[in-house]
């Protein structure tokens, strides 16, 4: 019942729930649909006109969305904001997961408070050039759990959009919880009129992911929103020799740490082993993973991320995995998906390497 539209499973002759006879007249007897119609607003939303002014300071909306859960969509959207700060551009990422916002943590934001001022909202600034809003913020326990139904969150996402002084932004990065639910369908309602550039849809290699990203790729069909790209995010354990650990199973069947050893006897013996990187496949991309996904839908596959424990850490530590040499097999591996994504949205950019 989307932007007016008359439900599938509405009474022969329906008035349309946005006529002022909606859920009163004849035809609404009996309708499922009928006290819902009945109570709901008429006419356009007045808070609607805030929110296209608030946005018509800000160039591009981004999504960034997954079907499930635990697949790293938030860690992708941390770090797709500080790469874009890094490249020197006005950056605003607005964290939507309501129930579980974890944005203030990967940024390295906990415990900052909101304020407030005479244009508004102010969001929370890691960077001159990168601001973060989230509920996060605003709980007096980071512990507590918030117990909101749709309607609640909707006013928050409304608020977060029309009472937030964002400024003039390059990009507006928009962090959504897994699914399509009440969050996802406020956003886009919220942001249509202004424009939205499109979505990012991360998602793990196995087929019990990839079996909800495609509900996601058809939500963003159906409320047309364009596929900007999926990313295959966890493909492979990927990490540097020398950071794996070593055990060894002894005749009682313990297992003994022997990674001092281990390391030792490739310095001495293999010393040519060192600069290997080992890869181990985590999850079962015998299917052919998003790649293959992305070919049957017709949607851009942006490219794979390695499950890297060193982004892990990053995350854990609200950092950049772009400000350092300690996430040699993530970094690179988002550093290219990020500058592959800019170059085919027309936008010219410089190194993430050149400010990071």
């Known amino acids: 019942m989307e932007n007016g539209e008359i439900p599938e499973d509405a009474n022969e002759n329906c008035p349309g729930p946005q006529s002022e006879s909606a859920g009163k007249s004849d035809a609404c007897q009996g309708c499922p649909n009928q006290s819902i119609c009945a109570t709901a607003p008429k006419g356009p939303d007045p808070d609607l006109v805030s929110i296209a002014e608030r946005m018509a300071t800000v160039k591009h909306k981004i999504l960034v969305l997954s079907g499930k859960g635990g697949v790293g969509k938030s860690t992708f959207s941390a770090q797709l904001s500080f790469a874009l700060a890094a490249m020197d551009f006005q950056v605003g990422l607005m964290d939507i997961d309501i129930c579980g916002p ?29 601001g973060v809003m989230s509920i996060g913020f605003m709980l007096p326990n980071p512990d507590d759990a918030v117990i909101w139904r749709g309607p609640r969150k909707n006013g928050l996402i409304k608020q977060f959009l029309k009472d937030v002084y964002w400024g003039e932004l390059d990009f507006l ?88 050893w281990a390391a030792e006897y490739i310095r001495e013996k293999a010393p040519e082993l060192l600069n290997l990187i ?25 490219g794979k991320v390695p499950l890297d424990p060193q982004l892990c850490k990053a995350a854990e530590e609200g950092r950049s995995c772009f400000g350092d040499q300690k996430c040699r097999v993530s970094a690179p591996a988002l550093k290219k998906i990020i500058e592959n994504l800019l170059e085919s949205q027309g936008l010219s950019t410089m190194s993430i390497d050149d400010k990071a």
């Not at 992911?209 to 354990?237: A, P, Q, T, W, Y």
């Not at 080992?278 to 851009?300: L, Q, Y």
């Open 102 to 130: 974890s944005i203030p943590k990967m940024l390295g934001l906990e415990g900052q408070d909101v304020h407030q001022s005479n244009l508004g909202w102010s969001p929370v600034y890691i960077e001159s050039n990168l």
């Open 173 to 260: 990065i928009v962090d959504a919880p897994p699914g399509t639910s009440d969050e996802h369908i406020s956003i886009v309602q919220c942001l249509e009129a202004t424009g939205i550039d499109g979505a990012i849809i991360v998602t793990t290699p196995q087929q019990v992911s990839l079996i909800d990203v495609r509900k996601e790729v058809s939500f963003c069909k159906k409320v047309g929103v364009k596929v900007l790209g999926v990313v295959e995010n966890m493909s492979g354990l990927t990490q540097p020799l020398l950071d794996l650990k070593f055990l060894k199973t002894t005749e009682t069947e313990e297992q003994v740490d022997v990674t001092e």
């Open 278 to 302: 080992t890869c181990s496949e985590v999850f079962d991309s015998s299917g052919g993973g998003a790649a293959k996904m992305c070919r049957d839908m017709g949607v851009p596959f942006l």
